[in-house]
């Protein structure tokens, strides 16, 4: 018996600020900071990559390089993204392991 699956798209399921938040914390707690590329590339594709280039004033290639798996962005594009979400990079306490 084969095991069908179908593509799964974070952006088709990204509708609110909140889950924006969301997703990208469960990504941070799962995969931890390697992960923030991917989720933030995910709700770029909620918002539309050509609608995020145009609020963060960046280029929509420039974009999809600083978000992609080599990518390496800046902290001044991740905040250009987070601020263009309607977001903001904020720091905690690490809990005691």
């Not at 509708?15 to 390697?34: F, M, N, Q, R, S």
């Not at 590329?37 to 600083?66: C, H, I, P, W």
């Not at 979400?85 to 690490?94: A, F, I, P, W, Y």
């Amino acid at each position: 018996m084969t095991l069908k699956t179908f593509p799964w798209s974070p952006g088709e399921y990204i509708k609110t600020p909140d889950d924006a938040i969301a997703y990208i914390e469960a990504a941070l707690e799962e995969v931890g900071p390697e992960g923030i590329k991917a989720a933030l590339r995910g709700v770029a594709d909620s918002e539309g990559m050509s609608a995020l280039a145009r609020k963060t004033g960046l280029n929509r290639q420039g974009l999809y390089r600083a978000l992609s798996d080599e990518g390496d962005p800046r902290l001044s594009t991740l905040n250009a993204i987070l601020d263009a979400l309607g977001l903001r990079l904020s720091v905690t306490r690490k809990s005691a392991a």
